[in-house]
Nanobody, 118 residues
Framework: QVQLVESGGGLVQPGGSLRLSCAVS????????MGWYRQAPGKERELVAR???????NYTDSVKGRFTISRDNAKKTVYLQMNSLIPEDTAVYYCRKEKRTWYGTAYWGKGTLVTVSS
């Protein structure tokens, strides 16, 4: 069983910054591919960013250049640094441990709310 706990959400003004953290309860965190997803009211949950166990990253187009995903394997934590925030970034942000194989298990955190408003 893998548990993920997000933190760092809150209210921020447009143009501001926020850093989300996801602590993962596993002894083999360094082998995991990790992702950040978000879901706004009435919208589908969407991928925001991913970071592989090999360190490779990818981002959805709407956040590219503004958000940075990173990981600290010693702390078993994945981060999402969010800069130049806009109201459209408002959503519940979820951390996810990706499947190792197509039949494997993915684990989700319960989310942290980010609100971008003046």
């Amino acid at each position: 069983q893998v548990q993920l706990v997000e933190s760092g959400g809150g209210l921020v003004q447009p143009g501001g910054s926020l850093r989300l953290s996801c602590a993962v309860s596993t002894n083999i965190f360094s082998t995991y591919d990790m992702g950040w997803y978000r879901q706004a009211p009435g919208k589908e949950r969407e991928l925001v960013a991913r970071i592989g166990s090999n360190g490779n990253t990818n981002y959805t187009d709407s956040v590219k250049g503004r958000f940075t995903i990173s990981r600290d394997n010693a702390k078993k934590t994945v981060y999402l640094q969010m800069n130049s925030l806009i109201p459209e970034d408002t959503a519940v942000y979820y951390c996810r441990k990706e499947k190792r194989t197509w039949y494997g298990t993915a684990y989700w955190g319960k989310g942290t709310l980010v609100t971008v408003s003046s």
